[in-house]
C-alpha cells in the first residue's frame, strides 16, 4: 500500500525568499507525481506533474523535482510572494491508483 | 477549455438527513473521481470510475455512501442517511489518459463543502 507524507505540515517563510517543499513515498513503483496547490475553501489546482521517466518539471518560478529510487519528490518555489500562501499537496499516481499527501500549508509573510 | 463543474458549493443538512453531489467532468475525460476531504487532511478517494465502470470503491462506505456514473460521463454521489462525521469537502475530479505511459494528470472541481448538524 503507497503512503506519502509531506514534511513540514506547515512552513511560514518572510516574503522573497526560496523554499523547498518536500513529499516522500513508499513504492517507487509509480507513473507520476502531481503537485497542487489549495487555498481555502477551494478545490485543488494542478501546478506541475512529473512522470516516472522525468527528473523534473518547472513552470515559472515552480520547479518539481523526482527521485523514484529513493522515494521523493521537492517542490522549489523561487522568491515566495504572499499569492503563493496555500496548502501544497503531492499525489502519487500509480496502476489505476492516486494517494494524496496531507499537504504542507504554506504561509509567506509580506 | 471548461472545467469540472460541481454543485452545489455548500450544504447543510441535519444527520439522518439525505444529501446528493453533482459533477461534470471535463469533455471527453473517461475517469472520475470521487474524494472526500476532512479539514485538515489530504483527499482521500471515495470512488474511481472508468467510462461508467467503477475500477476502485475500496474506501467508500458502502452502507451510507453511492454513486454512479450513467452513459460516462456526469456522475452523482449520494449520501443516505448523513452522519456528523460526513461534515467534509466532497471534490470530483476527471482525467485522461496521457499516451501509453500509464500517466492520468487530475482536474479538480471546486468541491462540495457539506456541514452535517
Known amino acids: 500500500k503507497q503512503e506519502v507524507t509531506q514534511i513540514p505540515a506547515a512552513l511560514s517563510v518572510p516574503e522573497g525568499e526560496n523554499l523547498v517543499l518536500n513529499c516522500s513515498f513508499t513504492d517507487s513503483a509509480i507513473y507520476n507525481l502531481q503537485w497542487f496547490r489549495q487555498d481555502p475553501g477551494k478545490g485543488l489546482t494542478s501546478l506541475l506533474l512529473?512522470?516516472?521517466?522525468?527528473r523534473e518539471q518547472t513552470s515559472g518560478r515552480l520547479n518539481a523535482s523526482l527521485d523514484k529510487s529513493s522515494g521523493r519528490s521537492t517542490l522549489y518555489i523561487a522568491a515566495s510572494q504572499p499569492g503563493d500562501s496555500a496548502t501544497y499537496l503531492c499525489?502519487?499516481?500509480?496502476?489505476?491508483?492516486?494517494?494524496f499527501g496531507t499537504g504542507t500549508k504554506l504561509q509567506v509573510i509580506p | 477549455e471548461a472545467g469540472v463543474a460541481q454543485s452545489p458549493r455548500y450544504k447543510i443538512i441535519e444527520k439522518r438527513q439525505s444529501v446528493a453531489f453533482w459533477c461534470n467532468p471535463i469533455?471527453?475525460?473517461?475517469?472520475l473521481y470521487w474524494y472526500q476531504q476532512i479539514l485538515g487532511q489530504g483527499p482521500k478517494l471515495l470512488i474511481q470510475?472508468?467510462?461508467?465502470?467503477?475500477?476502485?470503491d475500496s474506501q467508500l462506505p458502502k452502507d451510507r455512501f453511492s454513486a454512479e456514473r450513467l452513459k460516462g460521463v456526469d456522475s452523482t454521489l449520494k449520501i443516505q442517511p448523513a452522519k456528523l462525521e460526513d461534515s467534509a469537502v466532497y471534490l470530483c475530479?476527471?482525467?485522461?489518459?496521457?499516451?501509453?505511459?500509464?500517466?492520468?494528470?487530475?482536474?479538480f472541481g471546486p468541491g462540495t463543502r457539506l456541514t452535517v448538524l
Open positions: 469533455s471527453g475525460h473517461a475517469t
Open positions: 470510475f472508468q467510462n461508467n465502470g467503477v475500477v476502485d
Open positions: 475530479a476527471s482525467s485522461q489518459l496521457k499516451g501509453l505511459a500509464g500517466i492520468h494528470e487530475q482536474f
Open positions: 499525489a502519487v499516481g500509480g496502476y489505476q491508483k492516486v494517494t
Open positions: 512529473i512522470q516516472s521517466s522525468q
